[in-house]
């Protein structure tokens, strides 16, 4: 099992910037992959930002260039750097990591951008 504790998430002004840090813990070795996703209220959770073990990289449309995802290895974390932030970025944010055969998920973190 892997838990993942998602945090950093706040009530941020129109062209604001927050970081969002997601701690895994537990069964970590061989996770491949992982992503940040959100969900506004009234819609499907969708994917924001995704890194896989190998470096590579895939961003959402309306995030690309404004957003950043990486990770640090020796404490377990990933980040997402959320920069020049908009009204409709608004949503609970959540963590994702993966194992070839299954995948985790944080508890969500709220990040509201007021305009």
């Known amino acids: 099992q892997v838990q993942l504790v998602e945090s950093g998430g706040g009530l941020v002004e129109t062209g604001g910037s927050l970081t969002l840090s997601c701690v895994a813990s537990?069964?970590?070795?061989?996770?491949?992959?992982l992503g940040w996703y959100r969900q506004a209220p009234g819609k499907e959770r969708e994917l924001v930002a995704t890194?896989?073990?190998?470096?590579?990289?895939n961003y959402a449309d309306s995030v690309k260039g404004r957003f950043t995802i990486s990770r640090d290895i020796a404490k377990n974390t990933a980040y997402l750097q959320m920069n020049s932030l908009k009204p409709e970025d608004t949503a609970v944010y959540y963590c994702?990591?993966?194992?070839?055969?299954?995948?985790?998920w944080g508890q969500g973190t709220q990040v509201t951008v007021s305009s």
């Open positions: 994702k990591m993966s194992h070839p055969w299954r995948a985790y």
């Open positions: 537990g069964r970590i070795v061989g996770i491949n992959s």
């Open positions: 890194l896989t073990s190998g470096g590579n990289t």
